[in-house]
């Protein structure tokens, strides 16, 4: 019960900030078809997908509206650094993916990235909730991501 009541409910604008970073290639993917575009296969893992679908979304809204009252101001901690850092790298894989290249370590650097960013912001804002539903999001994705193009 104690763990509740460092919560409350808020707003946290970086919170979505990072959110419409990760989502953003996804919108224009939405839009702009890649060439080889193989993630627009059908998902052989329908069930984990709604299931991390879900945790996304659970993740999302902790992050943006569930605030822990022992958190800092935020500034650019390492954690803060290394999820800046994680964005860049899912651009890279999704700039390498509108390349035309499709291989495993590029369908990895959509799948992790994101995820971690999303782990280590949390971590950062002291959100426990927020690291436990990007940790089964994240899960989620992986197991959608190399069941479906890796293996």
Not at 10 to 16: A, H, N, S, Y
Not at 100 to 105: A, E, K, R
Request: proline residues 5%.
């Amino acid at each position: 019960m104690k763990l509740i009541k460092k919560y409350r409910f808020g707003f946290d604008v970086w919170g979505l900030l990072l959110f419409l970073l990760v989502m953003l290639p996804n919108f224009i993917w939405f839009a702009v078809p890649a060439p080889n575009d193989v993630l627009r296969a059908e998902s052989v893992t329908p069930i984990v997908d709604v299931m991390a679908s879900i945790c996304q979304v659970l993740t999302v809204a902790s992050l943006c509206f569930l605030i822990n009252e022992e958190r800092g101001k935020l500034h650019f901690s390492p954690l803060v650094i290394a999820a800046v850092i994680c964005v860049g790298v899912y651009y890279l894989g999704w700039a390498l993916y509108y390349s035309g290249i499709t291989n495993s370590w590029v369908i990895l650097l959509l799948t992790l990235p994101p995820c971690l960013s999303f782990i280590l912001f949390a971590a950062d804002r002291k959100n426990l909730p927020a690291v436990f539903f990007a940790v089964a999001f994240a899960v989620g994705h992986l197991v959608f991501g190399v069941v479906n193009f890796v293996v």
